[in-house]
């Protein structure tokens, strides 16, 4: 069967692959930069040295190894993994590929932007911060920003925040705690620009794609009561045991893969004879 979030995995597999490879490469090292992880971290001195590819590269790299490093992967990659399959199957794997290398490019350009602030706007002095930039939080916050939009009203449990938050008032107030937290120095080692730049591009896409991309049948329209679906009740009504199982498996099948769309008055009378839909 065909995996119903084909992108979100690979991306997933792809930053495991390149955490092993720098785990590898460092294990006889401890406490140096392994080559790789000098060829993909993004910073301002080495962008304007030439490195066009760090804004590309930096996001499938993540803390090094050291401490509690694997923290920082284990959390994103389980982020993605929450949201990606929901807003893939939504957006189609084209567009959840789209969203994710914006997020991650938009979280790049906010960091960059920083950068240049803190120089004074002054070119010489950008070119002189080598400090470095990691991690997919950037593009991962795109994809969470894109399943706010599009479930608005989902529940999400925040640690350490005791009760459930709807998802598009847990964006907003991640972006406020990331902007209030740029002024708290002690926690400069965090890219919060980053995680303001993947969550805006993640909302300003998915608000551009919204009416594009189709209700899921939960939420589309119901169908009025009528003779219409009246008649297709009593059609199904009177299918026998296995040709509803086989109709209902197919239906069931495509929902699962993400073809979500208005249902007919066919398939509503199938899910309703299987006590799925009230």
């Keep these: 069967m065909k995996h119903p979030a084909p992108v979100a995995r690979a991306i997933i597999l792809g930053n495991i692959g390149v955490a092993f490879v720098d785990v590898l490469l460092t294990i006889n090292h401890p406490g140096a930069d392994s080559w790789i992880r000098q060829i993909l971290s993004l910073s301002a001195a080495n962008l304007i040295s030439g490195a066009w590819w760090e804004p590309f590269t930096y996001m499938w790299l993540h803390a090094p190894p050291v401490g509690f490093w694997i923290t920082h992967i284990l959390f994103n990659m389980l982020t993605l993994s929450i949201f990606g399959g929901p807003v893939e199957s939504r957006l189609g794997s084209t567009r959840f590929a789209i969203l994710y290398l914006t997020g991650g490019l ?28 990691v991690g997919a939080s950037g593009a991962v916050l795109a994809v969470v920003a894109a399943f706010a939009v599009h479930y608005p009203d989902a529940r999400l449990f925040i640690f350490p925040i005791p009760f459930p938050i709807r998802a598009r008032k847990a964006v907003l107030f991640f972006i406020g705690l990331s902007i209030a937290f740029l002024f708290v120095p002690a926690l400069s080692f965090i890219g919060h620009s980053a995680h303001i730049g993947g969550l805006v591009a993640g909302y300003l896409l998915a608000r551009a794609w ?32 296995a040709k509803f199982r086989s109709e209902l498996r197919d239906l069931l099948d495509a929902l699962g893969h993400g073809h979500w769309r208005p249902l007919t008055t066919r398939e509503r009378a199938l899910l309703r004879r299987a006590h799925l839909l009230v």
Excluded: C, D, T, Y
């Design 210 to 241: 919204r009416k594009e991309v189709p209700e899921p049948p939960v939420l589309a329209r119901p169908a009025w009561k009528g003779m219409e679906e009246m008649a297709a009740a009593l059609a199904v009504a009177e299918l026998p045991e």
């Design 106 to 133: 938009a979280a790049a350009f906010f960091f960059l932007g920083q950068a240049w602030w803190e120089a004074g706007f002054s070119a010489s002095v950008l070119a002189q911060n080598r400090q470095e930039i």
